[in-house]
């Protein structure tokens, strides 16, 4: 997967760990991301979280208004990926 992380994508990357608190994130993605990008990141993770939380696929296209095969493509993740999603939810539940 290195392959796919040139220095600008390991840049893009540090600058996003540094970033402090959610407005500074909210600025910065604003910039970078259309709104579309932003809605589905943000639909792709909810999406993760229903299916974690074991929630069938018309569940979730009927509450996220995500397509199946955006369903399909996050649970092929959760399930043979890198653990991101895992990862990004863990720590979620753990700032409740």
């Given at each position: 997967?290195?392959?796919?992380?040139s220095e600008?994508v390991n840049?893009l990357?540090n600058?996003?760990?540094g970033?402090?608190d959610?407005?500074?994130?909210k600025?910065f993605?604003?910039d970078?991301c259309?709104?579309?990008?932003?809605?589905?990141m943000?639909q792709?993770l909810?999406?993760?979280?229903?299916l974690?939380d074991?929630r069938?696929?018309?569940?979730i296209s009927?509450?996220?208004?995500?397509?199946t095969?955006?369903?399909?493509?996050?649970n092929?993740?959760?399930?043979?990926g890198?653990?991101?999603?895992?990862?990004?939810l863990?720590?979620?539940?753990?700032?409740?």
């Amino acid at each position: 997967m290195d392959k796919y992380y040139s220095e600008q994508v390991n840049m893009l990357l540090n600058a996003i760990i540094g970033l402090k608190d959610i407005e500074t994130c909210k600025i910065f993605f604003e910039d970078v991301c259309t709104i579309k990008e932003l809605q589905e990141m943000s639909q792709r993770l909810q999406v993760a979280k229903e299916l974690r939380d074991g929630r069938n696929y018309q569940e979730i296209s009927k509450s996220t208004g995500a397509s199946t095969a955006t369903i399909s493509r996050v649970n092929k993740c959760l399930m043979y990926g890198n653990g991101g999603y895992n990862a990004v939810l863990d720590y979620l539940e753990g700032k409740k």
